[in-house]
């Protein structure tokens, strides 16, 4: 017999000796010498001979690679339309907690004054019930006066910038109407019309 010393950690092998005998072909000379555990067949692991063959796909499996591949393209359309609409539903979500806060601690004298510009403009809805157009002017003009009442430097700076821009229209305008009505004037002999 062969003497072999192992452990079952090679870290411990000093702390916890085991002692395994194996039987050899000569048994009758009764001397026991110690064999290495690679050379034991319990240490070797046999070559494998097995492969991965991949299974056939069934039904059920083909079904849902087909609707996957379907609706890959409505995935995708919905994932562009969040990533637009997000953005503009954060800032509706944070104008309405900065509305919120400031409704919370409003500054003095501003509920009876959304009061009176609310009233104005029922006001004007009333007046102008007659027609369309009236129930357009009337409540707008209505509301525009009393805010330009209760908030002067405002309206002040709203109607600069709102006098600029149709200044700048205007001009446009004319530009673009006298072009359409006045025929082109071609230089004659090489001369410029607009230098005298």
């Not at 954060?90 to 409704?103: A, E, I, K, P, W």
């Not at 072009?179 to 004037?185: S, W």
Request: charged letters at 20%.
């Amino acid at each position: 017999m062969y003497c072999i010393v192992c452990s079952t950690m090679p870290g411990a092998q000093s702390l916890l000796p085991v002692t395994v005998y194996a039987a050899a072909g000569d048994e009758e000379s009764g001397t026991t010498t110690p064999v290495h555990r690679d050379q034991l067949s319990l240490y070797t692991a046999p070559e494998p001979k097995s492969r991965y063959v991949e299974p056939e796909a069934g039904q059920l499996e083909d079904t849902v690679a087909t609707l996957r591949n379907f609706l890959e393209p409505y995935k995708d359309w919905c994932q562009g339309t969040y990533g637009q609409i997000k953005p503009k539903v954060q800032s509706v979500v944070r104008f309405g907690n900065d509305t919120y806060n400031f409704l919370k601690n409003p500054p003095q004298d501003f509920y009876p004054r959304a009061g009176v510009i609310a009233f104005t403009g029922a006001l004007g809805l009333f007046l102008g019930r007659s027609s369309r157009v009236k129930r357009l002017i009337y409540p707008a003009g209505l509301v525009t006066v009393s805010t330009s009442l209760y908030y002067p430097e405002q309206a002040v700076g709203i109607a600069k910038s709102t006098g600029d821009s149709a200044y700048e229209r205007a001009v446009q305008t004319y530009a673009a109407v006298e072009k359409m009505l006045r025929p082109d004037n071609k230089p004659d002999n090489g001369k410029d019309p607009t230098k005298p």
